[in-house]
Each structure stands twice: as structure tokens, then as C-alpha cells.
């Protein structure tokens, strides 16, 4: 896939799809770190550090979704959503992939999710890889469920209480595979 890209949202929202820039860096950890905090799809509890962010989203490939037409709440090049994509075991095992999302609370539900979704498969396949693995969706998390199966996932096992949501109330988690070999 060539970066950017432009895309239009069902709504005329005009983004652009492209590798993140160093400078975007601290706006993503900020809109990671907020997404961390809600508790809802991240494992961490606390909000990354700059290094913490820098091992855990700039490891590999990493992508940010940012406006290209100015709209109410919203400014021209800011980013509404980012991805990351990278191995998901060592080794033997590195061509299956993981990838992690975050999307602008403002914009979930108007289709930036499927666009950055059907981006990363077509990156991860153009890198080589054979398959995405998602280790832990939180049950609860439907929008990604439904999601991610939408877009050929399937659920390969799921993690009893695999999530603390509140102190002493446990979700399962959901680990998710998709094959990128035809």
C-alpha cells in the first residue's frame, strides 16, 4: 500500500492514512494514554511514559489517520486515530502479526475503524506477513467484535476473567485470528 491515503467517510469526512511522523508521536500517546484510561480495550492500567509508549506502539510500523478537511471540534492534520502493526511472537513464529488501534471518541462509529482495519491487512500483507493475531479483545468490547469479524476474523479461544474492568469484576477476552494467505 502507498501512503497516504486519502479516504472520504460515508459522512464527507476527508482523511488521510499515512506513517506516523516523529512529531505526531506525543499526540498519539496522548490520545493512547486517554483511551488507556477508559479502561475499555488496553490491558495497561496506567498512562504510558514516553519510553513505556515508544517499546510498546513504535517498535515496528506504526500509522496515524489525520483530517484533511477542517470540521466542527476538529482542525486540519489533526489525527483522529493511529494503528501499529508487528510481530506478534519472535522468530520461528514472527510471521504472524499484531496490530493495536485507537480512535478519537468523537469519531467512533463513522467508519474510521474499518478504514484503518482493511488498511493494516492490506499492510501486513504487503510485509510479508501470513496472519493477524489479536491476543486479548475484551468480551465487552463489542464495536471491535462485530468489527473485526466483519472483516474476516474468527474467534480462536477466549481467556477466562482475562480483564479487571472494575476491582473485583473480571470480563473474558477474546483472542482473534484472521489468515492473510489467499
Known amino acids: 500500500m502507498h501512503l497516504p491515503v486519502d479516504k472520504i ?24 494514554n486517554l483511551v488507556i484510561l477508559e479502561g475499555n480495550t488496553y490491558p495497561q492500567k496506567q498512562a504510558l511514559t514516553q519510553s513505556e509508549f515508544s517499546a510498546y506502539w513504535m517498535n515496528h510500523i506504526a500509522c496515524v489517520v489525520r483530517l484533511k478537511q477542517a470540521i466542527t471540534s476538529f482542525q ?26 485507537i480512535v478519537q471518541r468523537e469519531m467512533r ?24 493475531m489479536f491476543n486479548l479483545v475484551f468480551k465487552t468490547n463489542i464495536a ?3 468489527l473485526w469479524e466483519s472483516l474476516g476474523f474468527q474467534v480462536i ?16 477476552a477474546m483472542i482473534m485470528y484472521r489468515s492473510l494467505e489467499p
Open 76 to 101: 486540519t492534520n489533526e489525527i483522529l486515530g493511529a494503528f501499529f502493526v508487528k510481530p506478534n511472537f519472535p522468530g520461528r513464529c514472527s510471521h504472524i502479526c499484531n496490530a493495536g488501534f
Open 157 to 172: 479461544g477466549q481467556i477466562p476473567s482475562a480483564v479487571e474492568v472494575n476491582h473485583d469484576n473480571f470480563v473474558d
Open 9 to 32: 467517510l460515508r459522512n464527507g469526512i476527508h482523511l488521510e492514512l499515512d506513517y506516523m511522523h516523529s512529531e505526531e508521536q506525543e499526540t498519539v500517546r496522548t490520545l493512547l
Open 109 to 132: 462509529g463513522l467508519g474510521l475503524g474499518r478504514f484503518m482495519g482493511e488498511s493494516m491487512l492490506e499492510i501486513a500483507s504487503e510485509l510479508g506477513y501470513k496472519a493477524v
Open 144 to 146: 471491535s467484535l462485530r
